[in-house]
């Protein structure tokens, strides 16, 4: 059940949440708040969950992002980079103003396709054009700022270009440092980071997703590209039915 006004109880719960969040963000590079929201959201108001995980997905992303910069892909970066800004503008008008149940059914649909797609086709992944990276900058703005998962659009991009495992997560971690940066930034105009109970619950969450971040990264270092891209897709599936359910119930 939603507490209405958390408290340490519900500061608590979070951090499970956080760890297994920062978990499988450690081993695919993206997709931690598209868990951790879902279910901090049976715990907690969606936008103290929002502003919450803004914070520990930054610390995260600080964490990993420069230490992985060596082998990350400047060139598919800075074109994602360049039009995040438009989607996080975009999204922070739209947060307010946009019916939450269709946009979140909308995006499921959208990222439950694409994952019933990837895992019907055979062979290699056909190879898109880099200009897809600026609809992927956009997008992930989007709906990183609208729904705190932005990942999802970079992910699909990154997996249509010819990048190794490492730089597919690296390339990845980047994105996140730009593009949870923004929304940090978004968030604490529209007035919803700096409030006492939203930073003492950030605090209490970010060493259970340290530890979630070390595991992860652990199991990354044990899998090659063939699993990962298959751990990506599956994880894609539960992250659209996630979203489909909550549209639907909202």
């Known amino acids: 059940m939603i507490v209405p006004d958390p408290g340490w109880l519900a500061y608590l719960a979070l951090a499970p949440i956080a760890l297994l969040g920062a978990f499988l963000y450690g081993v695919t590079g993206f997709g931690s708040a598209l868990v951790t929201i879902p279910l901090a959201s049976f715990v907690v108001p969606l936008p103290f969950a929002l502003a919450v995980f803004a914070l520990v997905d930054w610390t995260n992303a600080l964490r990993v992002g420069f230490s992985s910069r060596r082998d990350m892909v400047k060139s598919e970066w800075l074109r994602m980079a360049s039009t995040m800004i438009i989607g996080t503008a975009l999204g922070t008008t739209l947060l307010f103003h946009l019916p939450r149940s269709g946009a979140l059914l909308a995006l499921g649909c959208f990222v439950f396709g694409y994952a019933l797609y990837a895992l019907a086709a055979r062979g290699e ?94 199991v990354f270092d044990r899998i090659d590209r063939t699993t990962l891209a298959r751990t990506i897709v599956l994880l894609l599936l539960a992250i659209g039915a996630s979203l489909i359910v909550r549209g639907l119930l909202q």
């Open 125 to 218: 992944m056909r190879i898109v054009s880099r200009g897809w990276a600026y609809v992927a900058g956009v997008c992930g703005g989007l709906s990183g700022t609208l729904f705190g998962a932005g990942g999802p659009p970079y992910a699909i991009y990154l997996s249509h270009r010819p990048v190794s495992k490492e730089a597919f997560r690296a390339t990845l971690f980047a994105c996140s440092v730009v593009s949870i940066t923004l929304r940090v930034i978004s968030y604490s105009i529209a007035g919803m980071l700096l409030k006492q109970d939203v930073l003492i619950a950030a605090l209490v969450t970010v060493p259970a997703a340290m530890l979630g971040l070390r595991l992860g990264s652990r």
